[in-house]
């Protein structure tokens, strides 16, 4: 199952396999040319790939919750990559580590989600961008906050179940070579960031609303409305669709915003500028998960999980 896509600099892949608990290496040209860890809990290997990035520099990072750590790795020669150190998962009280960006020698950047009260239905505080250093531990404040994603939490005598909400509001955080980004789709806009919490760009623009219709739940649950998840959330689903339904940013500061249930076969995405002008407009048939855009190409997973693929395509003009 495929995890991750991540290109470098030089165009080279590096595709997580979650199944393999490894990443393998291919050239620009597809020819497979290495690969990066194996299955273990020593140096350089994998219990669990959560969020996989390159970050500057060319450098991989890998999320690990199993082993509690962020491992980093070079390329020493073509096509081998070396671990190279591991960065302890340190969480902070009342928030949990769930994310980072690297951003060469500026550091790293950790996502920290709000955990759930057992008395509170929602977060009390939205999650939030801060520094880490190299010991996994949070340094100074809070550079950006943004929305949390719509839960719905059920109790009984002996659990506490906690559902997303499909369909509902989301806030988005994400990286371009030098910034932060991030979104609501509670609205349509994008706010970018430099690393020290300022403001560099924001737009807000106004749109159509989109009804939530009943064949749209039919294909959010994959017509499976006797469903204790349908049943748990089935009273919180909004009559209208949020402003967008995903966001990416590519590495020049770029905004994409995703439309699901665009046609039966597609979704519609939009290319804005930082301060919000409209430049592309392309589809990507259903399915296919965007990992990252990088230099005008669009990397990403489709298929399913026994027979997975990558798929690269290029903007050629907007």
Known sequence: RITTVQPTSKGDILVGDFTTKKFFVFNPNGDLVGEIGKEGSGPGE???????YVGQNDSLF??????????????????KWTHQLDIPMVQEEGARLNGFFHFGEQGLIGQYQQSFSPTEP???????????????????????????????MNRTTNMIAI??????????????????????????????????????????????DRPVT??????????????DYYKAVKDEL???MPAFDEFQVDNQ????????YFNETDDLWLKFTPDGELVASFTIPKGTIIQRIYNNKIYSSAGEDDVPYIVVYELIKN
Do not use: C
């Open 62 to 79: 890998v999320m690990d919750w199993s082993n509690a750590r962020i491992s980093a790795f070079t390329e020493t020669a073509p096509g």
């Open 214 to 227: 009943e064949d749209i739940i039919f294909q959010v649950f994959n017509g499976n409305l006797d469903s």
């Open 122 to 152: 929602t977060p009390t505080d939205w999650p939030y961008i801060a520094k880490i250093n190299r010991k996994g531990e949070k340094v100074g404040d809070k550079i950006v906050t943004f929305r949390y994603t719509d839960m719905k």
């Open 163 to 208: 559902y997303s909400i499909p369909i509902g509001k989301s806030g988005f955080v994400r990286e371009s070579s030098n910034a932060l980004h991030t979104a609501n789709n509670e609205y349509f806009g994008s706010t970018m960031y430099n690393l020290e919490g300022d403001t560099l760009n924001h737009f807000r623009l106004n749109v159509v």
């Open 253 to 260: 500061g770029n905004s994409y915003f995703q439309f699901e």
């Open 238 to 240: 909004p009559s209208l």
């Open 46 to 52: 994998f219990q669990f790939l959560g969020k996989s």
